[in-house]
C-alpha cells in the first residue's frame, strides 16, 4: 500500500467500553477527519506516513486497551465483493473435524486439519487422507452435525446483509463441503457458496471427494473470476484463518485474517483477534448507524 496516499487507522476495542474509548482516542496521534463508527467502540481518523500498526498497538498496550486494528490508504475502502473462508471464519468449526467426531476419529482428523491449516502440510493431500477416514458414515449424520455442531460466528450475517445492502457481491469459497456451505449461505444471505463435494453411494460416504479440490490456488481463481467484473481484486474484501486462504488474502485490496494461524497472521493487511466480523465492516469505513441488524433478516 503506497505511503503518499492518505492513510486511515482504523481501531476497534475487543469491547464496548466507554473509559477505554476515550483513552484510546486520546492516545493516537490522529492528525484529521477524526469519526466515531461506534460510540465506545471503533474510531478512526488520518495518520501521518511515519505511524505504524506497531506504534498504534504499542500505544494502546500501554493503556491496558486490547484492540482490532488496520491501516489502509483513504479512499475507496468499501468493496464491492465479500470473499470469505467458511470453517473457523464464518463458523466456530472445522467442519470435518465435526464428522469425524461422529466417525470416532476426530483426534486422528483434528491433527491433520491443524497441521494443513498451518502450512505444515499440503491441503489437498490432508483433506484426501481426512475424508477417506469417514468412509462408510451415513448420510444422514452430516445434517445432525450442521444442526447440532455447527454455530455462526457472531457479526457473520451482519457482514454479509451489510455489504449486500450496499450493492456488494457475496461469496462462501470454502475448502470444507457444499453440504455445510450451502446451508451457511442460506443461514447469512451470501449470493454464491463454492466448496469440494463429499460423494455418497447407498446412503453412506465413499470416503472420497469430487476432483478437482478446491484448495489454495482454487479459492485465489475464484477472488479473481468473482472481482473481474468489479473491476478486479483490488476491489474485493477476503477473510480467512488458515494457510490455504493466504493466496485470496494477499490479492485482496483488503485481505484480513480471522483468528488466523501465525503463517497467515504475519501476510494479511490487517487481523481480527480481539472482536467479531462486524470489524471487517469499520474497517470498510461503515458507521454501527449503517449495519443491517440481525434482528431484521
Not at 65 to 94: F, N, Y
Request: glycine fraction near 10%.
Amino acid at each position: 500500500m503506497s505511503a503518499s496516499l492518505p492513510r486511515i487507522a482504523t481501531i476497534v476495542l475487543a469491547k464496548r467500553d466507554a473509559k477505554d474509548f476515550e483513552i484510546s482516542l486520546g492516545s493516537i496521534p490522529l492528525l484529521e477527519e477524526v469519526a466515531i463508527l461506534s460510540e465506545g467502540k471503533a474510531f478512526e481518523g488520518v495518520i501521518s506516513d511515519s505511524l505504524t500498526q506497531d506504534d498504534i498497538l504499542k500505544a494502546l498496550q500501554s493503556c491496558g486497551v486490547k484492540a482490532d486494528i488496520c491501516i489502509q490508504p483513504h479512499k475507496e475502502r468499501k468493496k464491492q465483493l465479500l470473499i470469505c473462508d467458511m470453517d473457523s471464519t464464518l463458523i466456530g468449526q472445522e467442519c470435518i473435524d465435526e464428522l469425524a467426531d461422529f466417525a470416532g476419529v476426530k483426534d486422528r482428523v483434528s491433527a491433520i486439519t491443524e497441521r494443513a491449516m498451518r502450512g505444515e502440510i499440503g491441503f489437498e493431500g490432508a483433506l484426501t487422507e481426512r475424508v477417506s477416514l469417514l468412509k462408510d458414515l451415513n448420510i444422514s449424520v452430516l445434517q445432525k452435525c450442521f444442526e447440532e455442531r455447527i454455530r455462526l460466528n457472531d457479526g457473520a450475517r451482519i457482514l454479509c446483509q451489510t455489504m449486500k445492502g450496499n450493492g456488494a457481491k457475496t461469496v462462501i469459497v470454502s475448502g470444507g463441503f457444499t453440504f455445510f456451505s450451502g446451508r451457511v449461505a442460506e443461514a447469512c444471505g451470501f449470493d454464491i457458496h463454492q466448496a469440494n463435494t463429499l460423494l455418497e453411494k447407498d446412503g453412506k460416504l465413499l470416503g472420497t471427494v469430487g476432483m478437482p479440490i478446491l484448495g489454495r490456488e482454487a479459492k485465489l481463481e475464484a477472488l479473481n473470476a468473482h472481482s473481474a467484473e468489479l473491476g478486479g481484486a483490488s476491489n474485493a474484501i477476503a477473510i480467512g484463518d488458515g494457510a490455504n486462504d493466504l493466496a485470496m488474502i494477499t490479492a485482496a485490496g483488503l485481505g484480513i485474517a480471522f483468528y488466523a494461524k501465525p503463517v497467515v497472521a504475519v501476510q494479511a493487511h490487517c487481523a481480527i483477534n480481539h472482536s467479531d466480523l462486524t470489524t471487517a465492516l469499520y474497517f470498510q469505513g461503515y458507521r454501527e448507524s449503517e449495519f443491517v441488524s440481525s434482528a431484521l433478516l
